[in-house]
């Protein structure tokens, strides 16, 4: 079965500090897509980075990259100089080729000023 | 360019009714995925439509239901809704598959089932 493991519920953080979020999946297939997704309090879900799974560099989007160890099926995410906007609901996901996206369970991350 | 926009944004219906949320997918975009997120929980995908089609479908019973329009619109129909139907409905829309291409999602309808 595809899974997707998120062990912190919920994290706090200080202002412009680094917070880095867990994400495990396991799957048998060998070429996926993985996904983290940013749902703020007003609820509007919106794709923070995405990793193709037969690329070994980790993907960078500003101030947000990814560390994935494809052997450890492990996917975390790293947010350098964090602000006050990027409190939100945090979802590590995957997809198949099928289309049919799996989510974590989610991460509540709170920038505290 | 409009986004995703979704109605209503809250609906209270009992137990044994039927519903219809509609979902307008941003321009340009012809695949529609349906996700019901419980609170507490992370999304679950339910099923995706592209052009008018179904193309693929989570662990979902036939209760859910869905359509969508010449204009890529979409409609997630539930009958006989349970209790446990209550949770926020989230659609997404994307120029196609999410392999190669970002969806972007509404905002959601919150149904609560009495």
């Known amino acids: 079965a595809q899974t997707v493991t998120q062990s912190q519920p919920e994290m706090s953080v200080q202002e412009a500090e680094t917070v880095t979020l867990s994400c495990t999946y396991d799957?048998?297939?060998?070429?996926?897509?993985l996904f983290w997704y940013k749902q703020p309090p007003s609820r509007q879900m919106i794709l923070v980075i995405r990793?193709?799974?037969?690329?070994?560099q980790n993907a960078t989007e500003n101030r947000f990259s990814v560390n994935f160890q494809k052997a450890a099926k492990s996917f975390s995410l790293k947010i350098s100089d964090s602000q006050l906007g990027d409190t939100a609901m945090y979802f590590c996901a995957f997809i198949l080729r099928d289309d049919k996206i799996i989510f974590g369970k989610g991460t509540r991350l709170h920038i505290l000023p | 360019e409009t986004g995703v926009t979704q109605s209503p944004t809250h609906l209270i219906k009992t137990r044994g009714q039927q519903v219809t949320l509609r979902c307008s997918s941003q321009s340009g975009h012809n695949t529609v995925s349906w996700y019901q997120q419980a609170l507490g929980q992370g999304p679950q995908f339910i099923f995706q439509y592209y052009r008018e089609e179904e193309n693929g479908r989570g662990n979902f019973p036939p209760r859910f239901s869905g359509l969508q329009f010449p204009n890529y619109s979409s409609e997630l129909n539930v009958n006989a809704l349970e209790l446990d139907d209550s949770a926020l409905y989230l659609c997404?829309?994307?120029?196609?598959?999410?392999?190669?291409?970002?969806?972007?999602f509404g905002p959601g309808t919150r149904l609560t089932v009495l």
């Open positions: 799957t048998s297939e060998n070429n996926y897509y």
């Open positions: 997404a829309s994307s120029p196609g598959g999410l392999a190669n291409n970002e969806q972007f």
């Open positions: 990793q193709e799974a037969y690329k070994q």
